[in-house]
């Protein structure tokens, strides 16, 4: 069936993007989001089109649900989608269960010149044709037409309150089926921890959650078609070698915490030139003399550092990162090609595909080559 996917003029565009400081900053960073985001659609022009957001509605979800309503009708009547005539678009709204929520956001369109494409219906194991747009809400665990889980408490147990989990969608273009996975995998708690062993606890965390992932979407329940994972994955460079490798002429000095003897910083310090400091590191905290360097050639030279889906190498594959680390960019519109300070930059953001997929795309990108892998990816 995936064969069938190359099916002329039928372009497919996948999305995938953490919109969280979106609904913190709507006035500026909502506004100059959409217009990039409707620059791509514009560029591409694909007949079928996926967008999957993570952390949708932001970290207070309460207070930006007037702002979350906003942001899908701008998206749905926009003049820059008006050639969409069908939508559907799934939001995890159920912030008050602690049990399910996983402020997932999944959004699909349809041109009108694309004649015939079916969604899978789950419960009742058929497709059905998709016609007109519709929004499904709140309790998304009652929708047949997808299935979705948040990761169990004890596979992150540190952090109080995860939001962590998927969304997988199932369709159906020109005779080929394939899966949709909207994802969102755990994060690094603490610089410190993540520097401390190679690879780093945090990375064996988000093997394992995406391993259950993998495992759900092939097991027996239902035929297996090609899939495609996409959202943010939190794939990290691997701390301590990348801190190697930036800080090799370097001295460390640790400073610990006076009542517990804790570690709570790392200075590292040039061994000549005035001892200047190159790099600071705390939980929260990772301050670089030269950010240059991730964003260089699209960080080439650190991509060797960037080791998390290996262990995946048979499963999952993705097209060459022809992009700068993803993560963690600055909030602030003004700084929008600045990354913060936080964090460690890495391609966090990511399109992962089954091997039948891949075959997939190489064969429509021999016969129409476009870009290599990227958060917006054209099949």
Known sequence: MAGKAATPGTAVLLVTANVGSLF?????LQKNWLREFYQVVHTHKPHFMALHCQEFGGKNYEASMSHVGKFVKELLSSDSMKEYNRARVYLDENYKSQEHFTALGSFYFLHESLKNIYQFDFKAKKYKKVTGKEIYSDTLESTPMLEKEKFPQDYFPECKWSRKGFIRTRWCIADCAFDLVNIHLFHDASNLVAWETSPSVYSGIRHKALGYVLDRIIDQRFEKVSYFLFGDFN??????????????????????AADTNEVVKLIFRESDNDRKVMLQLEKKLFDYVNQAAFRDNNGAALLEFDKELSVFKDRLYELDISFPPSYPYSEDARQGEQYMNTRCPAWCDRILMSPSAKELVLRVSARCPGPGSAPAQPW
């Open 24 to 28: 913190d900053d709507p006035e500026n």
């Open 235 to 256: 794939f990290r460079l691997d701390s301590k070698s990348v801190v190697e490798t930036l800080c090799t002429k370097a001295t460390m000095q640790t400073v610990r």
